[in-house]
């Protein structure tokens, strides 16, 4: 177990005296107090929000042990002083550290050390009356074993019920928002903001439904920060048809007509188009005529509706209760993004229904919006902040994508998102379409959306996988210069669905936007991380949006680093860094030779074939697993389809950071062909599960009585003898750039340059790093079972690896 | 989907018109309505109470198909009369039911009485007046597709949420308890119950810490029925400490020196012991003065807890802030769980805490209490009826034991719960030992804790793995005849941790108790069923205690079948039966011979060997799951260390339905020995995944605003080739009972009768029975790798397979 705070603010001590009487803490019963002994009785006292009575009390205490012979009870009767050892051994047990596993009594502190656990300021092996303040304080700040800061927990067992009656605005603890809001008194209200497009051409501009939760303080007075979610999925979602429209992945790949398409030939250009009136306001209300219930999306936003946040969710064009259709991330769904944000800052109009025209505002909103969410939702987070669009504070984008051509596509060549082989921008627009989900209303715009879906279909384009207008209207990087929210991003090292590349290029892309911006990589898949046990995650997103969105000095651009990288070795290690992939990066550049990466080049030519038998063929396209598991074998079924490259045996640890780049020299036999590539650690190690475990179900309370989420970690898998670091794939008709199309003349060799995907992962000295050069890639690419046969020249071959900057 | 309800109970129509009325869907605005449209309208009205205005609602309408062209605003605003169709149309929609996938407008009746629900009488293909509120009180009774009836949808959206202030007592529908209970108004307190034992020998009274959460009308005057869970588990568990203990199996059988044991030379028989004095009480209180907080434990409880009934839970003996020792099922563990029920029914004091012994009573009870739990929990509510405790009405076991030697041994072996290989009474008695958590209180009572261990390990003697003085104590069958609770019991078929016997014996143990009885047998493993899609378990079980505890005749006794067996060929359904396991059931004889199971005896000898190769013994040590794969393997690499017997291919469907058993003549190369069965189905077939599938994360609420439950199913997997049926294992000195050893002489052959684990069992036509013998079992038996042979002579090895009598 090894604790990772990042979210602690230094604070001196006349701040915490404050903050602890505001949390009363220190109170009327103990300010005076100078025996440090009754003063930790005290706090202990508090620390019991659900005991009542003095001997009950008096059982908790003597339920704690304080040194190895004596219980807290009658060390803190027969003491004047607290001993450090004393302080801490009891603390150990109120973070629910445990003396048979993780400490012992004896010595508390080097536990904790190992832990990290902070350990307050003393001048000597006892405790004076400020130290032990001091000590409390940041017990308080402090995380248990199942990660929450004790505070937290206190707040799980009832510790701030009897503020909720007297709160009238947020209160703060070490910078950070405590739940003393009712989350069982929060205010649920649906409206309808008008944006602006007519999205489904019925002739009135689109109405977007929103859902609003609320704390009842809003009622009297108090102006909120809103968590804006945009979640295409959480009006329901078409799985079955969805499933129905998914592209048939087992076709051959074609050979492309060669063409001189320039950028200006396909950038996309807002096009002119008349819109119809805005309707007319007939009225004005404050309350709203309709509730909801389903708002279970993210266990984060549940929290922070405890501390004083609004929390909105708006699903968008095409979704149930909304007009429009929907785009799979186009322009149109950018703008009915944002429709959201410019009502909640006071520039747009919203309605009480979808008739009356009665105007109903955002007025219990501080108009400081931050928005949420992962995949699909961080990413309309991503596509709103490219608007520059007012009231946007921040994004914190998770697992987000940056442009729908890194998700749908690479290099000239249709990629599927890792385990969904098959879908398209077309599939993902059906899946969402929850109109659908209202008979009623979708009998009525049946025949405009199949044909809405049709001219997906088309402009997708499955047949060539170039980029085209249809992907550059979804290419957020041409608006990255709008960007004025700050943006904390956190992605996966191993998301393979929304692949790293968008991350990374969101992280360089707005570099010089003069904003705050800061990075998250973890080692799992396509995953949120607000509910693991090694790092205060929930502690540093409450510490960045008290900031962002309630305009409070706590610190946190400072606090909070730059990048904080998982390790990929040891678990529960959080690293901290200025910056990742650095494009100057150093780079260690290995020669192509036959097995083998190396520093001497080699002029021999080598060849692989693509095709599988029948069988085999099918089982791998039933099972991408076993085939991915196969792919890494040495000497397994696939070794005549694929060529392997290994280092020696690594002399020293070796940490690639950034995008690994590759040089060929290839042919194919026919005038057509696709490469992939993977970037391997080879060696025997346990290395950590890509997904993971539940430590324990339903571990975290948000506060009390309230949502409760998983306790998760990633944690060490048996003993594996390889792991993929990083893919890539490329179309050889497509090796100047993805939308334009050269040709490729059978048996002649071309040269031929591509990025993997970017990542940050550390090789341990002793293993080999492994290039795999193959073709069909049977989770992501088409299946063709060509008879194609691909040849190297390797003297100019090389893999190049950019390595991570010694701080 | 196939939807199966046992808990709709028959209502007449003039009861129907009463409850509307009383949940005010029948109310003074439309009481004296006789448009059949706009009654329907109303209660359409109802059914959203998180809209607030017409135009609001007129929307929903619009949402809502009604006939193939006609959504159900129109419909109803153009229609005086509702046709059936059209009332089925919009109540598939209600019920959540997709038009795109479960059924069409054109017909909604015929994928109605495919998914099986309920369709109302109706005359003619219009409903009249008193048809449509029928059919709508049906409708309530209901299931949606997410498997809750809709009346319990329209509770989670906030239906009852008005009634909580006028809730004076409990509210019933179709003969069920409804949500009108605040979830977010439960009393919660803990006092101190003070047992008539002294297991930790302090010379004081064990007191019994007992948590207890209540409705707020209780403070009012309500009495009100208890749930009491005795969990062991709930104050913590001591995993590592546990764990440490856990005992090496790969440890060699050993030769038993051969005794005459009778049953009375290990007969237990209740110790007289000098009792300490009970406290003298102090005084009186009707407050408790400690709260808690941890209380998720069964999401059936709380579920209750919305309904009008108490949940008390307690951990007993041993556990955090109770005095004892643990016992593992011991007597001692009986008397602690019934001691709290003692307090419950007004028989026993308990106090506010644990010093001034000042007592509180129970006296928001109504004495009717009812115990729920599985596994362990099950157990002590199993052990509880044993005793004839009064106040103590029903019990529902959910994979409960019924004997502890049923559990931990086996006919002279030690046999482990499956996935447990190494547990014992030892281990799980420290593991349960949550005193060790208060480390105050454990520092003082760690020696005697320690000799406790070394006593239990002592008496549950691995060595021989006979059924001792220990095991007879921890025999709940012994006092089968003391149960006068009604019992519920539950079971999963495929549950190889509490073993099929353990139900058997108790559904076939108490049948001449004059008490009612229930079983429900599922598919799966070690699981609770209460938010699975297919079955209304809840309901059953809401039915089941409103009756038992709240004493309401709503025909609980007839209408919830006595047998409820889930088939294991098709998904999604629950055969009824009067009886499982009938000892009168006739049996189908199948004689051994070489590789068969057949109607011809053979002469021949076969034999086996025990032992492995070092790695294919060390492999399958780690991975008990490789070693049952392999098994069952025809041709695999265990294929010399077993025999296989198979009939043809099946020319009708059997049904096995009962104790499969087993004679045998057996020699083994040593003076030692033990036999392991397995009978297996051999087919070719997609088989339901004995582990459910997580249909949505938390799909199931409990009521609005409260705790919520993922909605699961058992779902077919991939095609496998056989899948075992049942088990059974004996050891070779242990042929006349578990408690007497035999002699066994080297290759002399012994008759053996076995009885193998009860089961039910739906065998295809086409598909093979199969029996394997072998002997050790990586999963359950000791591993000693032994040079070990076993011969058998043929002539008269019979398998006898009790078949289902065809109702």
Chains 1, 2 share one sequence.
């Not at 307050?120 to 074993?145: M, N, P, R, V």
């Not at 944006?195 to 019925?202: L, N, P």
């Not at 047949?463 to 996966?492: C, E, P, S």
């Not at 949120?528 to 610190?555: A, G, K, P």
């Amino acid at each position: 177990m090894r604790n990772n705070q990042f979210a602690i603010r230094p604070t001196d001590f006349e701040t915490q005296v404050k903050e602890l009487k505001e949390i009363k803490f220190l109170n009327k019963t103990n300010e005076d107090e100078i025996s440090t002994s009754k003063l930790l009785k005290s706090f202990l006292k508090l620390s019991y929000p659900e005991i009542k009575s003095d001997q009950a009390f008096a059982h908790r205490l003597h339920s704690l042990q304080a040194t190895e012979s004596s219980d807290a009870f009658d060390y803190l009767d027969n003491n004047e002083k607290v001993s450090v050892l004393a302080f801490y051994n009891i603390s150990l047990q109120l973070l629910q550290f445990n003396p048979d596993v993780d400490f012992n009594f004896a010595d508390p502190l080097s536990a904790m050390e190992k832990i990290q656990l902070k350990i307050a300021d003393h001048k000597s092996d006892y405790f004076d009356h400020d130290e032990i303040i001091s000590a409390w304080y940041w017990l308080l700040a402090t995380h248990t074993k199942n990660g929450q800061a004790f505070i937290d927990r206190l707040a799980t067992q009832g510790y701030f019920v009897p503020f909720y009656k007297d709160t009238t605005k947020q209160l703060l603890f070490n910078g950070k928002t405590l739940p003393v809001f009712d989350p069982h008194k929060l205010i649920r209200e649906v409206v309808y903001v008008e944006s602006s497009q007519d999205t489904d051409h019925d002739g009135k501009l689109d109405l977007l439904k929103a859902e609003i939760i609320r704390p009842a303080q809003t009622e009297n007075g108090l102006k909120v920060p809103v968590l804006y979610t945009a979640t295409p999925y959480l009006q329901g979602t078409n799985d079955e048809t969805g499933l129905e429209m998914t592209h048939n992945v087992n076709v051959p790949l074609r050979h492309k007509e060669p063409n001189d398409t320039k950028y200006e030939d396909i950038e996309y250009q807002t096009p002119d188009e008349d819109l119809p009136q805005k309707r007319q306001i007939n009225g004005h209300a404050t309350e709203a005529e309709e509730g909801f219930i389903k708002d279970l999306c993210y266990s984060l936003n549940d929290y922070f509706l405890a501390r004083g946040f609004a929390v909105v969710y708006a699903s968008g064009i095409g979704t149930s209760d909304s007009d429009g259709m929907r785009t799979t991330g186009g322009p149109e769904e950018t703008t009915s993004t944002t429709a959201i944000i410019e009502w909640l800052a006071g520039n747009r109009v919203a309605f009480t229904n979808r008739v009356d025209n009665i105007e109903i505002k955002a007025w219990w909103s501080n108009k400081s919006i931050g928005m949420t969410g992962r995949s699909y939702l961080g990413t309309l987070a991503t596509a709103a902040a490219t608007t520059g669009v007012d009231g946007l504070k921040t994004i914190v984008t998770e697992a987000a994508i940056s442009s729908w051509y890194d998700y749908y596509r690479d290099g000239g060549l249709v990629i599927a998102a890792g385990g969904f082989p098959g879908e398209d921008a077309d599939v993902l627009a059906e899946e969402t379409f929850s109109r659908r989900l209202n008979p009623g209303d979708f009998y009525r715009v049946k025949e405009d959306w199949d044909q809405k879906l049709m001219e997906i279909n088309h402009d997708e384009d499955r047949d060539t996988g170039d980029y085209n207008k249809f992907w550059d209207a979804r290419n957020y990087h041409k608006n990255f210069k709008n960007v004025k929210a700050d943006v904390l991003m956190v992605h996966g090292l191993n998301d393979w669905n929304v692949k790293p590349r968008n991350v990374e290029r969101l992280w360089n892309g707005i570099k010089n936007n003069n904003i705050v911006q800061k990075a998250i990589l973890h080692q799992g898949q396509h995953i949120y991380i607000n509910n693991f046990r090694s790092i205060d995650y929930t502690d540093m997103i409450n510490l960045w949006l008290t900031h962002e969105l309630l305009d409070v000095d706590n610190q946190a651009e400072k606090i909070i680093p730059d990048v904080v990288i998982q390790d990929n070795v040891k678990p529960e290690t959080w690293n901290t860094f200025d910056n990742w992939s650095d494009p100057e990066n150093e780079r260690k550049i290995f020669n192509l030779a036959p097995d083998k990466l190396t520093d001497k080049p080699s002029d021999t030519t080598v060849s692989f074939k693509d095709s599988l038998p029948d069988d085999q063929y099918w089982d791998y396209s039933k099972d991408n697993d076993q085939w991915q598991v196969d792919l890494l074998k040495d000497d397994g079924p696939l070794n005549d389809n694929r060529l392997v490259f290994k280092t020696d045996k690594l002399e020293d640890d070796l940490t690639l950071d950034g995008i690994p780049k590759l040089d060929l020299t290839v042919s194919s036999n026919q005038d057509l062909g696709m490469l992939s590539f993977q970037l391997v650690d080879y060696g025997k190690a346990k290395r950590l599960n890509v997904s993971p475990s539940v430590l324990t179900p339903n571990g975290i309370d948000e506060t009390f009585d309230w949502r409760k989420d998983d306790l998760r970690e990633f944690e060490l898998g048996k003993v594996t003898d390889s792991k993929m670091i990083t893919k890539g794939h490329i179309n050889l008709q497509n090796r100047q750039n993805p939308y334009k199309t050269d040709e490729l003349t059978p048996d002649k060799f071309i040269d031929l340059s591509v990025e993997l995907q970017p990542n940050f992962y550390h090789l341990l000295e002793g293993h080999q790093l492994g290039l795999i050069i193959y073709a069909t890639d049977f989770g992501m690419t088409v299946r063709g079972n060509q008879a194609l046969k691909y040849s190297f020249k390797l003297n100019n071959a090389k893999l190049s690896i950019p390595l991570h900057k010694l701080n």
